[in-house]
């Protein structure tokens, strides 16, 4: 991973199964500590976009002690939408942001 304006990220999702579902991300914007925009797509294992990416605008906002984040994803048309669901996207990102709770809970009790 390259976090930086014009870097990327290219990374494999693997299923319980043991599929593969490959990714890509290009940083487009980064505002240190508030926000940063990627263009995401999925892809092969060689780094080919299979689909038209979608537009992510992440935003992170303080709270009292707690640090709020917005995500927007914008996609060309619903057609695309629709193909990302039908790939997994949905229980994929679900997963994803549970996961995410997991460790955050972890470090959480770390500085505790």
């Not at 990374?11 to 579902?21: D, I, K, R």
């Not at 080919?48 to 009292?64: K, M």
């Not at 057609?79 to 949905?90: D, H, N, T, V």
Request: aromatic share 12%.
């Amino acid at each position: 991973m390259n976090f930086e304006v014009g870097g990327r990220r290219f990374y494999a999702m693997v299923s319980p199964e043991g599929h593969e579902f490959w990714a890509i991300q290009k940083y487009t914007s980064i505002s240190p500590k508030t926000n940063f925009k990627i263009w995401n797509a999925f892809a092969d294992k060689d780094e080919n976009a299979e689909l038209p990416g979608s537009d992510w605008d992440l935003n992170f906002s303080e709270q009292g002690e707690t640090t709020k984040v917005n995500i927007t994803i914008k996609n060309d048309s619903l057609a695309r939408l629709e193909k990302m669901i039908e790939m997994g996207f949905q229980g994929g990102f679900t997963m994803c942001l549970e996961q995410l709770d997991e460790v955050l809970l972890t470090l959480e009790n770390k500085v505790a």
